[in-house]
């Protein structure tokens, strides 16, 4: 019998240079701080051993296109590779000098997507999509030197409507959970995203973050009040730039009833920054 072994939330840009750049110095120093923080609970998650490592995260019309734009999306096959662009902007530099190349988890992947399609989700699945700066900036603080745990890449749509409902998403994470308890496993599951930020597709309020709304959220999952947080709806989560939470409502699917500890917490006005985990 499977199980998951750790779970945590963090923040997916973990590259000083551009907080420096776009918010000042103390943005640095708190990005800084949360990368020790991430590094620390690198050292927890080594020390369970897990098999797999199932990673939510968001595409930034990186890999897709307003050609499709899935829901959400499993990522199978042996390996994946780290995404390479051209004039790469600023987050997306935090790629630069990693492996090309990382494992997958092929059986685990397979599972999911399979198990998940009897099941009523009609998860789309990839055989060639890279990983960018939402899946690579925390797992590679969060391994360091170690080799990288083999991955299930896992897709949610945070930007492109219409959104996956936040019910649904925290649906296919006790999906995932009902996957690894049947198998023999040990899992780890994380989700990156940073909290709340209005991006490129919200021009008018680049620069801006709702720390009201993420103290509120925080608590609820400090709390377990998952209650609160399914019935959030898409159209709370643009108006106060916390699209990302939806990979977040994955993790916390798959690890219902525990409650969150927070690790870190940083209000910084361009946008908040957390690393959470729970004890599963």
């Known amino acids: 019998m499977g199980r998951i072994v750790y779970a945590a939330a963090m923040s997916h840009v973990l590259h000083p240079p551009y907080y420096e750049k776009n918010v000042g110095p103390h943005g640095k120093r708190m990005v800084e701080e949360l990368i020790a923080v991430v590094r620390d609970m690198g050292r927890e998650l080594a020390a369970r ?3 797999a490592l199932v990673v939510i995260a968001d595409d930034h019309l990186n890999v897709f296109s307003f050609d499709a734009v899935p829901a959400m999306c499993v990522r199978i096959g042996r390996s994946v590779s780290r995404m390479a662009q051209e004039g790469a902007i600023e987050f997306d530099r935090a790629l630069d ?6 494992p997958l988890h092929e059986d685990l992947a397979n599972r999911i997507l399979e198990e ?8 789309a699945a990839s055989w060639s999509a890279p990983l960018d700066h939402a899946f690579l900036s925390p797992l590679t603080v969060l391994h360091g030197d170690r080799a990288m745990t083999p991955l299930v890449p896992f897709w949610v749509n945070c930007f492109v409507a219409p959104l996956p409902s936040a019910r649904r998403c925290f649906a296919a994470g006790q999906h995932i959970a009902r996957v690894v308890a049947d198998g023999p496993w040990n899992v780890g599951v994380i989700a990156t995203g940073g909290l709340s930020h209005f991006p490129e597709l919200s021009l008018a309020r680049v620069g801006e973050s709702d720390p009201e709304f993420d103290r509120r959220v925080v608590g609820w999952m400090e709390r377990g009040d998952h209650a609160s947080l399914t019935a959030l709806t898409t159209k709370e989560l643009h108006a106060t730039g916390s699209h990302e939470l939806l990979n977040w409502m994955v993790l916390l699917g798959a690890v219902a009833p525990a409650r969150a500890r927070v690790r870190f917490f940083g209000e910084m006005g361009r946008i908040d920054l957390a690393a959470l985990a729970w004890d599963h």
């Open 97 to 102: 000098g990693l492996a090309e190349r990382y």
């Open 49 to 51: 051993r897990p098999d």
């Open 116 to 123: 998940g399609l009897e099941a009523g989700f009609d998860f």
